[in-house]
């Protein structure tokens, strides 16, 4: 189960952006992967078509592991793990283990 959603704020770990922090644009559950904002940016060509009429490079973020990167605690701004837990009315949420503070 994942637990890092869409427009959560992480920094990335490891690999060539290593230090990054970016807002999560896109969760792909099934390959464990997650598109950060500005991070993992590559060039790919695109085809000039009715629609586009320029076509040439465009940058895109690719995705990235979802291993690769840790939740941002939002006091103390640095990476931190996170558990879950209940509330009295039985919804749950996440709790940064730095702080104590939910997500």
């Known amino acids: 189960m994942l637990r890092i959603k869409k427009n959560?704020?992480?920094?990335?770990?490891?690999?060539?952006?290593?230090?990054?922090?970016?807002?999560?644009?896109?969760?792909?559950?099934?390959?464990?992967?997650?598109?950060?904002?500005?991070v993992n940016v590559v060039k790919k060509a695109k085809r000039r078509t009715q629609q586009d009429q320029q076509g040439g490079f465009v940058e895109i973020e690719s995705p990235i592991h979802i291993?690769?990167?840790?939740?941002?605690?939002?006091?103390?701004?640095?990476?931190?793990?996170?558990?879950?837990?209940k509330l009295k009315d039985g919804t749950k949420v996440r709790i940064s283990k730095k702080?104590?503070?939910?997500f």
């Open 8 to 38: 959560d704020k992480v920094i990335v770990i490891a690999g060539k952006d290593k230090g990054k922090i970016g807002k999560v644009l896109r969760v792909v559950p099934a390959a464990e992967r997650i598109v950060i904002e500005k």
């Open 67 to 85: 291993s690769n990167v840790m939740l941002v605690d939002k006091k103390t701004s640095q990476p931190t793990r996170f558990g879950v837990t």
């Open 99 to 102: 702080s104590g503070e939910a």
